[in-house]
Structure formats: structure tokens, C-alpha cells
């Protein structure tokens, strides 16, 4: 065992010679920015939703008014 079953292999395309090439990182690092996306992702939803609940409870009473109104 030399610890390789821990890296991830990335396979890309290169723009020089348009083979696949392989690109291997530590795992470690990996899943760190894996949980860096996932806290943004989440962080994004929570923003998405405190959004709508917004609109939902100041948007549509305004817009309702509004169109009273007229
Ligand atoms: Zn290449």
C-alpha cells in the first residue's frame, strides 16, 4: 500500500495536444473544496429562500396594494 487508493484522478483534455491527460490529487484537498462548494452551494439556497420568503411576505401584500389602488 503506498496511500495512492487516496487520490483522486482528474482526467482532462489539453488544449496543447488534445490528448487526455491525468491529473492526480490528494484526496485531502480534495474533498476540502469539495466541502468549500457544498457551504456555498448551501449558503446560496439559504439566500434563495430567505429571498423568496421575502417576496412572498413584503412583495405580494405590496404589489396587491398597488394594484388596489389603480
Ligand atoms: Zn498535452
Redesign the pocket.
Known amino acids: 500500500m503506498t496511500g495512492q487508493d487516496k487520490e483522486n484522478i482528474t482526467e482532462y483534455v489539453?488544449k496543447?495536444?488534445g490528448?487526455i491527460?491525468e491529473v492526480r490529487e490528494p484526496a485531502d484537498a480534495n474533498s476540502a473544496d469539495q466541502w468549500k462548494l457544498a457551504a456555498l452551494a448551501g449558503g446560496g439556497i439559504v439566500l434563495l429562500l430567505l429571498l423568496w420568503v421575502w417576496v412572498f411576505k413584503y412583495g405580494v401584500p405590496l404589489v396587491r396594494h398597488i394594484s388596489s389602488i389603480e
Open positions: 489539453c496543447e495536444c490528448l491527460h
